[in-house]
């Protein structure tokens, strides 16, 4: 391998210190993260940024900002590390005798399923996990699944949907943007741009809704994917709805603040799906009793 080759491919290490620092916005919290030291996360940047010839973060007293460079090759760092994790678990489940083919969105399955399979592939040494993302509706009977995990509504024809989570949601944005643009109700999101989901375009209006007030609200700008909403809000260009349990990360390092500590229960749900013909096939039974008692075990606080 050439210089030139080593030198564009650079160590997952550093690859994980980076994503973590990107998400997290500082090295102390992407040292909590990782168990590591903030000095160690210090010099996996640096040397990171060495390897690249290019500046990947701007130091500043708030902690560190992405640069524009950094920012498009976090966006495809994380969609690498994403993909490494799934080839990872789809690795240590090989010569298993059975497979399961599971659909997940890709937040829910990066930021919260992903990271307790290791468990179920312990459990289960004698199943094969593959896993692919989609949002929305599609036909079981044309893509190769025996599951999947939909957020949104029990109205999937032809299949079991089982309930597994009922999502709140909380109005969120930048620390930065809630100084510059108080807000001490419900009402007083009204004055200010409000960011969307695509898959999701009357969130806001029932949030609204729920506090009792049916007037037209500022609409912001909408967007397809959870990263880019977040992104959005982390950059103070609005507040968002987002579901609160996908978001502790941002929470907890400061990122994002709660624009109102008001959650609210949201039209959409997560479901576990399957076609009815393959409910009681005994790798999809595995797989919903697993998943059904993760799921208990998050209510509870457990994980």
């Known amino acids: 391998m050439s210089n030139l080759q080593r030198r564009l491919i650079p160590s997952t290490a550093s690859l994980t210190a980076f994503d973590a620092v990107a998400r997290l916005g500082s090295f102390s919290a992407a040292a909590e993260a990782l168990s590591l030291t903030p000095g160690a996360i210090s010099r996996q ?8 010839g290019v500046t990947l973060f701007v130091r500043n007293n708030k902690g560190v900002a992405l640069t524009g460079r950094g920012e498009r090759y976090a966006r495809g760092v994380a969609d690498i590390i994403e993909r490494m994790r799934v080839l990872s678990l789809q690795a240590m489940a090989q010569g298993a005798s059975s497979v399961l083919r599971l659909a997940f969105p890709p937040t829910f399955g990066t930021r919260w399923l992903l990271p307790r399979i290791p468990d179920y ?3 289960h040494p004698e199943m094969t996990l593959s896993f692919s993302t989609r949002i929305g509706h599609f036909d079981f009977d044309k893509e190769d699944l025996d599951a999947a995990i939909h957020v949104g509504t029990a109205d999937w024809p032809g299949c079991d949907c089982r309930l597994l989570l009922k999502e709140m949601v909380v109005p969120v944005c930048s620390p930065d943007f809630l100084s510059q643009n108080p807000i001490s109700g419900p009402a007083s999101l009204l004055k200010v741009p409000l960011l969307e989901m695509a898959s999701r375009p009357h969130a806001w209006k029932l949030w609204f809704l729920h506090f009792g007030i049916a007037e037209h609200y500022r609409e912001g700008m909408r967007f397809e994917q959870f990263m880019n909403v977040s992104q959005a809000c982390r950059a103070g260009l609005g507040v968002a709805l987002m579901p609160s349990f ?4 941002e929470l907890a390092s400061g990122q994002l603040v709660k624009a109102l500590d008001l959650p609210v229960e949201s039209a959409s749900a997560y479901y576990f799906v399957t076609p009815n013909e393959k409910t009681a096939d005994a790798g999809v039974r595995y797989f919903r009793n697993w998943l059904t008692g993760q799921i208990d075990l998050f209510k509870k606080g457990g994980q």
């Not at 940047?45 to 060495?50: K, M, P, T």
């Open 45 to 52: 940047i640096a040397a990171l940024e060495e390897q690249l």
């Open 121 to 123: 592939v312990r459990s």
């Open 246 to 249: 996908l978001i502790d990360s």
